[in-house]
């Protein structure tokens, strides 16, 4: 019976500890990958927010569409645009590009993504063979740009190799507690109760003619 209760006890307490660093992990992967996302998303909302201005007070006819096609960039899109891509594009085809990504855009392709709203969201890019994973927002631009969306983006390819390292980094923290934590609460346990055993085998050899015995209990606690 001593034995089964020490087995209940260890596993109850073992998977309390497992559950507990898990939520733990899982609060820690959602809060690390939402800081990091919202400082991309917000850079990315500077960008657009800037482009569209621009491109709402001036107009799209302002863009060389010629020299655009044919590999120029637009001083427009460039001076803002580091790290990131950019797409102009309308129903009839792509109005300016710039970035290595974006130049390779067809406008079949973008216009999937002119069904979105301006909120961030993480995809695929479907414009190379690479299909590299990307951070976009899609601005719907208005004025004397009416009609015609921008497209930012930018990869995260090492972002999401970060996040698989972190989500790595904290399965291993909890499997590893676990364990340890399941040595310490079988050990604890079987201490506790090993008092209680040597009471239960002294009553168990206890006869009528040895009612005058004591129990002696080592290493035992005051409630003994």
């Known amino acids: ?40 998303d917000d850079e990315l909302e500077t960008l657009s927010v800037a482009i569209a201005s621009d491109l709402e007070t001036r107009g799209t006819s302002a863009l060389a569409h010629e020299t655009l096609r044919a590999g120029v960039e637009a001083s427009t899109l460039v001076f803002k645009l580091e790290h990131h ?55 719907h631009l208005g004025q004397n740009a009416e009609g015609t969306t ?18 790595l980094a904290l399965a291993l923290l909890v499997l590893g507690t676990s364990a340890a934590s399941a040595l310490i609460i079988t050990a604890a346990v079987r201490r ?18 040895d009612l005058d015995r004591r129990v002696t209990v080592r290493a035992a606690g005051q409630e003994f």
């Open 150 to 167: 921008l497209l930012v983006f930018r990869p995260i390819d090492a972002l999401e190799r970060t996040f698989r390292t972190i989500n």
């Open 85 to 139: 891509s950019a797409v102009v594009f309308n129903e009839q085809g792509v109005v300016a590009a710039t970035g290595d990504l974006a130049r390779r855009a067809t406008h079949p392709a973008l216009l999937t993504f002119a069904r979105h709203d301006e909120r961030p969201f993480s995809a695929r890019e479907p414009f190379t063979g690479q299909h590299r994973f990307c951070r976009f927002r899609v601005a």
């Open 1 to 40: 019976m001593t034995t089964k209760a020490a087995t209940r006890l260890s596993l109850t307490g073992i998977l309390v500890t497992f559950f507990v660093l898990g939520a733990f992990a899982l609060t820690a992967r959602i809060a690390i990958r939402t800081i990091m996302l919202r400082d991309l």
């Open 192 to 209: 506790a109760l090993r008092p209680v055993e040597e009471i239960t085998d002294f009553t168990q050899k206890l006869t009528a003619r």
